[in-house]
């Protein structure tokens, strides 16, 4: 079981208004590639605060029709978990965040990852590096 991070979802999900950096195709390939897996049945957590990130997005760039339906299909699929955070939960990865140098929500998921046993996550975001977790981004 790996954890999947919202960019992950924005990646493989959102199309380009423009065009874009072989960078950014490479990792939207990438993430459509992982998303195409999970959608198969490959099992991933997340929590809620990285899927209300997802939600954001997507009503920013494509409406709130659009992200009412992406996140109920997300939410009715057997292979992803979600995860419930507590206000202890954030406060670990306050204390996380500081000594890393990475986001709240980035230690977030750190915290939620070692309580669940999970040691991978699906990322593009590398400073989960910084904080001892193996970035898996194929």
Do not use: W
């Amino acid at each position: 079981m790996r954890f999947i991070d919202a960019n992950v979802f924005i990646y493989a999900i959102l199309k380009p208004k423009a065009a874009l950096p072989d960078t950014v195709l490479r990792k939207k390939a990438a993430a459509k590639d992982i998303f195409l897996r999970v959608n198969a049945g490959e099992p991933v957590t997340t929590t809620t605060v990285h899927l209300s990130e997802v939600a954001n997005v997507l009503e920013d760039a494509a409406g709130v029709a659009f992200a009412t339906d992406l996140l109920s299909a997300i939410l009715l699929k057997p292979a992803i978990t979600v995860e419930s955070v507590s206000a202890d939960d954030y406060r670990e990865s306050i204390h996380l965040a500081r000594n890393h140098a990475i986001s709240i929500n980035d230690a977030l998921a750190v915290v939620v990852m070692e309580r669940e046993g999970i040691s991978e996550i699906y990322t593009f975001d590398r400073h989960f590096r910084e904080a001892r977790v193996k970035v898996v981004q194929e």
